[in-house]
């Protein structure tokens, strides 16, 4: 198959943009071509076109586009990647949230652009700590991501030792408890009790309706997912996390991406050289 004309490739960016948010330059540039010659392989399409014409259904029928989303984006992550955060969680956000509310209410956690789940199942191995101690506490922990390949994963909660690596046995011996078992690979599944504490739906951060999921969330996660986007569509997604968040609720972002200063009224706060993102908290309870 003959190299593809650059407008073709501009026109499959240009699609996928539109419905993921996802700007391809910035995810695999010298590659892309080569990851929708896959995709075609992958459809049994010989054209170009024809593929293009497969995308251009993604709304009505979005595995094509998803399975090309799988491909471009880089699904890279492990087990309390940027410990700090989980620190401030535990150590802040936590007995602060309690001490306010007592514990009629759950704390609700969000990982947007989860990935295969490492992330949040970080967070339930911190809640479910955190309720060891105490044991009134109660939580609602929910991920999502656009890639459905990376859900199916997810729920699974089978991890190889990549995703085990650096501080996951460091964060086992304080919590004196495992993820799960590991194998004779030094693969890992999650324990079905901590499993059970994860709610995975799809989500697809471009559409800005279906962030109303997010309402009444504690925590949003969304680490090292908006440097695929355009900077309309993320001070547009700082807006949305600061109206769906729950008073003194925080916002983490990966450890390069930054908050626009003066973007839908959050304070940055530091903890132990690690930066997060508040909505200002009031004295008032929850109604």
């Known amino acids: 198959m ?35 010659l896959d995709q075609m392989m992958r459809y049994k399409v010989n054209s170009i076109d024809d593929y293009i014409r497969i995308l251009e259904t993604c709304n009505h029928n979005p595995l094509a586009m998803d399975d090309l989303i799988a491909d471009l984006t880089v699904s890279e992550s492990f087990f309390f990647r940027n410990p700090a ?6 150590e802040v956000l936590l007995p602060e949230f309690f001490t306010l509310h007592g514990y009629q209410f759950p704390f609700r956690v969000w990982s947007a652009g989860c990935s295969r789940g490492e992330e949040a199942y ?48 460091e964060f086992e011996n304080r919590f004196g408890m495992k993820l799960g078992k590991p194998d004779s690979d030094g693969n890992c599944r999650v324990s079905d009790d901590i499993r059970s504490m994860v709610e995975f739906q799809r989500l697809n951060l471009k559409n800005l309706q279906s962030l109303q999921c997010l309402t009444g969330s504690d925590i949003i996660f969304c680490r090292n997912v908006l440097i695929y986007f355009d900077e309309n569509l993320r001070n547009r997604l700082f807006e949305e996390f600061f109206k769906y968040l729950n008073p003194g609720g925080v916002v983490f972002l990966g450890e390069t991406e930054c908050m626009p200063a003066g973007i839908g009224g959050f304070t940055m706060v530091n903890h132990k050289n690690s930066y997060a993102y508040r909505k200002p908290l009031l004295s008032k309870q929850k109604t």
Request: proline share 3%; hydrophobic share 40%.
């Open 2 to 36: 003959t190299s593809m004309e650059p407008r073709k490739i501009a026109k499959i960016s240009h699609l996928v943009h539109e419905y993921s948010g996802i700007m391809v330059e910035r995810v695999t540039t010298r590659q892309a071509e080569k990851k929708i």
């Open 85 to 90: 955060q989980f620190d401030f969680m535990l």
């Open 122 to 169: 970080s967070v339930a191995m911190l809640a479910r700590y955190f309720q060891n101690r105490v044991p009134e506490a109660r939580f609602s922990i929910n991920a999502g991501d656009i890639n459905s390949r990376n859900l199916q994963m997810a729920r699974e909660g089978f991890f190889n030792s990549r995703s085990l690596r650096d501080k996951l046995p």
